[in-house]
């Protein structure tokens, strides 16, 4: 089982430049949530994903878009980048079982340079 | 004002002491989880706890729900015990709610 893997590792990208993060999820797993973590800081939510919808959504602007496929992988897209989009891109996985108390599964993450 | 609150921020510790990690949430929820990160990023999942303590080789995790308050301890710390040590709640959905984190550095 390769566990969550995320695509690229790192990237650099140009201001105003568009940016497409990928993940595919745990075997088994259908649902994924995105985070950014600036540095020294704590992973924010951005949104998770479940049967190919957006459920919940953090406090992060329109700019950031996302998309789950039917094998359950998911893109985060971050449109007109920004200096301060300059982050760790974290997704994680899990299976939404009864009450949605799963135990998360994490990629290695995406770093982010923008300049 | 984050609802994961996390103590200390940093801590060393010399190879072999013992290490205690707070964590207090202000609202209910429904598991804690407690999390390490290396250099580099990564996470590793290390407990998720709903009530009461679970032991792993070295690593104990204890959750009181009343108090909202949960401590994660190293026994017999060692370097390789260095990390990001970051605690987690789930609320609803499986959406996780992150603590700053706390930089640990056992030395020789």
């Known amino acids: 089982d390769a566990g969550v893997t995320q695509s690229p590792t790192h990237l650099i990208k140009t201001r105003g430049q568009q940016v497409t993060l990928r993940c595919s999820p745990k075997?088994?797993?259908?649902?994924v949530s995105w985070y950014q973590q600036a540095l020294g800081q704590g992973p924010q939510f951005i949104f998770q994903?479940?049967?190919?919808?957006?459920?919940q959504r953090g406090n992060f602007p329109d700019r950031f878009s996302g998309h789950q496929f039917p094998n359950y992988s998911s893109e985060l897209n971050v449109n007109a980048l920004l200096l301060g989009d300059s982050a760790l891109y974290l997704c994680?996985?899990?299976?939404?079982?009864?009450?949605?108390?799963?135990?998360?599964?994490f990629g290695q993450g995406t770093r982010l340079t923008v300049v | 004002k984050n609802e994961v609150e996390q103590s200390p921020q940093n801590l060393t510790a010399q190879e072999g002491e013992f290490i205690t990690i707070n964590c207090s949430y202000s609202v209910g929820i429904s598991a804690l989880h407690w999390l390490q990160q290396h250099p580099g990023g990564g996470i590793v999942s290390l407990f998720m706890l709903s009530s009461g303590k679970k032991k792993h080789g070295r690593l104990i995790a204890t959750i009181n729900i009343q108090e909202k308050h949960s401590s994660l301890h190293i026994t017999a710390s060692h370097p390789r015990d260095s990390a990001v040590y970051i605690c987690?709640?789930?609320?609803?959905?499986?959406?996780?709610?992150f603590g700053a984190g706390t930089q640990v550095v056992v030395t020789p």
């Open positions: 075997s088994g797993h259908d649902t």
């Open positions: 987690a709640v789930t609320f609803s959905w499986g959406k996780l709610q």
């Open positions: 994680a996985s899990s299976l939404l079982g009864a009450g949605g108390n799963t135990e998360a599964f």
């Open positions: 994903y479940y049967e190919e919808e957006e459920r």
